[in-house]
């Protein structure tokens, strides 16, 4: 007796006696869902209708498992994050104790702010650097060339520095050889009366090192130096370097409110809370979740009150924080106590 199968695609393989049959069911080549008759009839059978593919589909099944796909596991972890989460209430089991939220400690807020902030400060000096990149390049492309009557001073300077090299040759420590090029630098000093922008040769050997400043009285424009290497001096507008940095950290302060507010507002917790088992949960008896609104207020006013959290969550029995007053939320963590 042979047969014919037909998967979910409707391709016929076939015609295979039932050994060959069964066969491929152990394999898991026919599974639950496909259509089998018999090569006399025209009539499909479910697979699983088929007295001798029952047990090999079945045993197959249950080794493989559900299959579940990375589209799935995506859904899933969307779903987790975006579905209304169940109330934290007191749970019964076999044992001896019951699970209650507990208010999480001082110690522990502040060890779970302390990993939140590592993370943040990794940030911060990221924006940083870059900023100053940022900053650095436009100077460098802004710079005027070296002006001419200025070269044959930074060769006797260049001369001079060289005489480092050949102090250990006299005898002479390399210390006394850079004391004695420091002392024949001038004092830092600014130039708030300038007529002209600053050049590469407005160097140390002029007195302008790293944070002078030069004002160009003609455009009222105030410059920093960044660099006084000789020869080589870099200037760039001090308007710019503040309009940098203030939106890099206009960035930062941004970052810093969607890594709590977005975290807070769906999962609740953290990367520190995370580490540390702490939760944030509204203040009511039911411990509901908190929303991405009040989680973004609480940050605001965490930023404001979070210097004072660990002194007044010491001195308050109840371990809430001013800001967990003002938003109205508890930070619990789950623990086990005794059934009352």
Known sequence: MHFVVRDENDEQYGPVDQETLVKWAVSGRVRAGFKVRNVLFEQWKEATEIDFLVE???????KDGPKVGLIDRTGELFSHLTKPRKKNIPKSSSFEYKYLPEEASAKQRMLASLFDWTLLAIIFMVIFFISAGIIYSKALLSMPELPASAKERVEVADKTESSLDSASD??????????????????????????????????A????????LWTDTRTGITYSCLKGETGNAVWCDIEYVNLVFYLGFAVFFAIVLLYYGLLLGFTAQTFGMWYWGLFIAHSDEELSEVLPFRAFIYTIFMLIFGVLSPFVVFVNPLKRALHDYLC?????????RPKS
């Open 170 to 203: 006299l005898g002479l420590s390399e210390e006394a050889g850079e004391k004695g090029i420091a002392e024949e630098l001038p004092p830092q000093k600014d130039n708030p009366k300038a007529d002209s922008v600053p050049t590469p040769a407005n160097d």
């Open 56 to 62: 090999p589909i079945r045993e197959r099944e249950a």
């Open 205 to 212: 050997l002029m007195g302008y090192r790293q944070g002078s």
């Open 328 to 336: 109205g939320v508890r930070i619990i963590n789950i623990a086990g």
